[in-house]
């Protein structure tokens, strides 16, 4: 009895993957946004940059990522948790330099290309600051 609810377990993780990789359809002019951290380039100290994933009816693309900050143990900056506004030109993030400076929030323009300042939220220097979220509206 016992292998068989593992064996059925392990057959529905399965199809779920497979059905999770599936491409959304999208309908003409439709484009989806999706941000996520990678270190696909900074592995050797495993620092995570935010990336942006564009998708339309013609397929997906790298659509750009974050400017980095790189310079050392405690100098190269980490970014983790990113959060889209609705419209997608602001992604919220949270930020770490080295293993010394807690987590911080950060704002990038999508359109701009450059950080929002947050003095005010980024007071707190030992203080982890994690996964920021926007308002549907973008007033929080």
Known sequence: MLLRIVLALSVTGICGAVRAAEPPANQP???LLLAFASVRERRKPP????????????????AGSIDSVAG??????ADMHPSLSRDGRYCAFAAQF???DGGR???WDRSEKKMLPLAEINDFPNVHQMTPSFSSDRSL
Do not use: H, K
């Open 29 to 31: 002019g439709e484009r």
């Open 105 to 107: 929030i950060e704002i």
């Open 72 to 77: 050392g143990v405690n100098a190269t900056r």
């Open 47 to 62: 620092y995570p940059v935010i990336y942006f994933y564009e998708r339309d009816a013609q397929g997906g693309r790298l």
């Open 98 to 100: 080295g293993v010394t």
